[in-house]
């Protein structure tokens, strides 16, 4: 047994460790806001957050979460920058296909909560590993931007 806290509650996984942490909030959790894209950490729409870090689910084992805290889209809302994300991607129509935003809101929010007054520069940096197939990007930057004004 795997113990965690998944998204505020104390959680058992009767999984493998070596089970990565996506197919385990998919597969075991039935959390599916979580996407699968490349299986190898490059693109980012696995992301979640452990101990508030975006972190690659595709990539990292079930066993190297026991006794942290993963938030996942489905809850990120019950903080503050992960709510004031997702009002102003809202706002400001970021998704097209929307099959990335899950992992890039999960970024996003992460941003926000260690730095409330982000530049382009930063937003860039912490976005880097978060692709966008739409090329959302523009948008996606603006929403992070009004994000911040909301939590000034």
Same mark, same amino acid.
């Given at each position: 047994?795997?113990?965690?806290?998944?998204?505020?509650?104390?959680?058992?996984?009767? @999984?493998?460790?070596?089970?990565?942490?996506?197919?385990?909030?998919?597969?075991?959790?039935?959390?599916?806001?979580?996407?699968?894209?490349?299986?190898?950490?490059?693109?980012? %729409?696995?992301? *979640?957050?452990?101990?508030?870090?975006?972190?690659? %689910?595709?990539?990292?084992?079930?066993?190297?979460?026991?006794?942290?805290?993963?938030?996942?889209?489905? %809850?990120?809302?019950?903080?503050?920058?992960?709510? %004031?994300?997702?009002?102003?991607?809202?706002?400001?129509?970021?998704?097209?296909?929307?099959?990335?935003?899950?992992?890039?809101?999960? @970024?996003?929010?992460?941003?926000? #909560?260690?730095?409330?007054?982000? #530049?382009? @520069?930063?937003?860039?940096?912490?976005? #880097?590993?978060?692709?966008?197939?739409?090329?959302?990007? *523009?948008?996606? $930057?603006?929403?992070?931007?009004?994000?911040? $004004?909301?939590?000034?």
């Amino acid at each position: 047994m795997i113990k965690l806290n998944l998204n505020g509650k104390d959680h058992e996984f009767d @999984a493998p460790g070596e089970m990565p942490l996506l197919w385990a909030l998919r597969d075991v959790a039935g959390l599916t806001g979580t996407k699968y894209g490349c299986g190898m950490a490059l693109c980012g %729409a696995c992301t *979640v957050q452990v101990d508030g870090q975006p972190t690659r %689910a595709c990539v990292t084992p079930l066993a190297a979460v026991a006794g942290k805290q993963v938030v996942t889209i489905e %809850a990120i809302a019950a903080q503050p920058a992960g709510k %004031a994300v997702q009002e102003a991607w809202r706002k400001l129509d970021v998704v097209q296909c929307g099959y990335c935003q899950s992992g890039q809101i999960m @970024a996003a929010s992460a941003l926000l #909560s260690g730095n409330r007054n982000p #530049s382009d @520069a930063d937003i860039d940096t912490a976005m #880097s590993g978060n692709l966008c197939r739409c090329a959302t990007y *523009v948008r996606i $930057r603006a929403a992070i931007h009004e994000a911040a $004004r909301s939590l000034a």
